[in-house]
């Protein structure tokens, strides 16, 4: 079935980016585990160079695997194209590397992932690029930050490890207004939750290691938009070899099957793990866009279709937080999110340890901030174990 075939999520996961017919009628892709592929002739090779024939050569410039892999990304997204990367971060220098030169300036939304944060920090400024950081995610400290310089506007949403919700209509506008164009991380969101490039991003990025692939088995990253934007994206990929092999894509299409699923179990998780918190005597605030509480909620109403399974709560202090991450019993202390499996940390051990403590509480991530992936697992035990763990705070 190509790509984009099926009207809804759920068939488009399971179906896109392969085609059994063209593979001797398996179910399942295969996995051509090959870095070199043979042409018949000096003809056939030249005219798969040239693009006239579909065919492969060499599997840093393309491989099936991947490539059916993209194709289904894509059509998840309900993008044109996508491009595949080893990791997130790859993706993230990826998708910036044909945007930016020296010279150039990025307009960074403040909070965002910490690895983000050190790759604008350290890594841009190296490259002649100048990053400015908005002083909140309103789009009129956006606006503030944007000169006539300004090549790209930078947003993660939802947030991680705040979860807020970014304006994305009001940021394109925004961009398109200065002649930027709007890179958006959709990983919380991911394409069932939220779809940036129909609320006008050029380009969204994932780290298809978390819900996309969803199962902890595989480092992935992805770019999906216009084949306009794709096409110079995959160009710079072929040069540095930032490609993700054929094993690992195999492992994000089977993860991508599921992931409509795992992704409304997510969503049922998060609100009421999210609720028994904010109930909570010993809990002093909650982040979750799901609660009528939060800030964002009513942004988050209108331009997202589930509010996901990650959130973030408040205790009274570092030895309170570090109490209820070391007792719990089935959250796993770990760094990443999107799994089959919850997980608990600090962000301050975890997507932030790269973060100064001074940036982290200029960014609002207090010592007594808590992390929780909420996994598929039955919710009341998920709730029990938390409850358990909150018990023995003193």
Same mark, same amino acid.
């Given at each position: ?72 990304? !894509? ?21 910036? +590397? ?35 950081? +908005? +002083?909140?995610?309103?789009?009129? *400290? ?42 958006? *991380? ?61 094993? !690992? ?137 938390? !409850? ?7």
């Amino acid at each position: 079935m190509s790509a984009g075939a099926g009207d809804r999520i759920g068939t488009r996961a399971v179906h896109s980016g392969f085609e059994p017919a063209e593979n001797l009628g398996a179910v399942t892709p295969p996995i051509y585990q090959s870095a070199t592929f043979l042409s018949a002739d000096t003809a056939e090779l030249e005219a798969i160079n040239e693009g006239k024939k579909r065919g492969f050569v060499y599997s840093r410039v393309r491989n099936p695997t991947v490539l059916a892999a993209e194709q289904r990304l !894509a059509a998840l997204e309900e993008a044109e194209s996508a491009v595949l990367f080893a990791s997130g971060m790859a993706a993230v220098a990826g998708a910036l +590397a044909p945007l930016l030169s020296a010279g150039d300036e990025l307009v960074a939304l403040p909070d965002i992932y910490g690895g983000s944060i050190r790759y604008f920090n350290e890594m841009l400024p190296r490259q002649g690029v100048t990053v400015h950081w +908005a +002083a909140s995610p309103a789009p009129q *400290d956006v606006a503030a930050c944007i000169t006539e310089k300004t090549k790209v506007v930078y947003a993660e949403t939802p947030t991680n490890p705040l979860v807020r919700v970014v304006d994305l209509a009001a940021l394109s506008a925004l961009a398109r207004e200065a002649g930027a164009l709007l890179v958006v *991380d959709g990983t919380l969101g991911g394409p069932m939750n939220q779809r940036p490039l129909e609320l006008g991003a050029d380009l969204v990025i994932h780290s298809a290691t978390k819900y996309l692939n969803g199962h902890g088995d595989v480092l992935a990253g992805a770019v999906a938009g216009s084949r306009k934007l794709t096409r110079s994206i995959r160009t710079l990929q072929q040069a540095s070899g930032a490609v993700i092999d054929p094993n !690992a894509a195999w492992l994000l299409m089977r993860g991508m099957a599921t992931y409509p699923l795992r992704m409304a179990q997510h969503n049922l998780g998060g609100i009421e793990v999210a609720r028994f918190l904010a109930a909570h005597p010993k809990v002093t605030k909650v982040h979750y866009p799901g609660l009528p509480e939060h800030p964002d909620h009513e942004l988050a109403r209108q331009q997202m279709s589930g509010f996901g399974g990650l959130l973030s709560f408040e205790l009274a202090d570092a030895a309170h937080a570090r109490h209820v991450v070391d007792a719990t019993r089935l959250f796993g202390i770990g760094p990443s999110i999107g799994g089959v499996e919850s997980l608990i940390s600090q962000p301050g051990n975890t997507s932030h340890h790269s973060v100064t403590a001074e940036r982290r509480r200029e960014m609002g991530i207090s010592d007594g901030l808590v992390r929780v992936s909420v996994g598929i697992e039955t919710i009341e035990d998920l709730i029990a174990d938390l !409850a358990q763990a909150l018990e023995g705070c003193r």
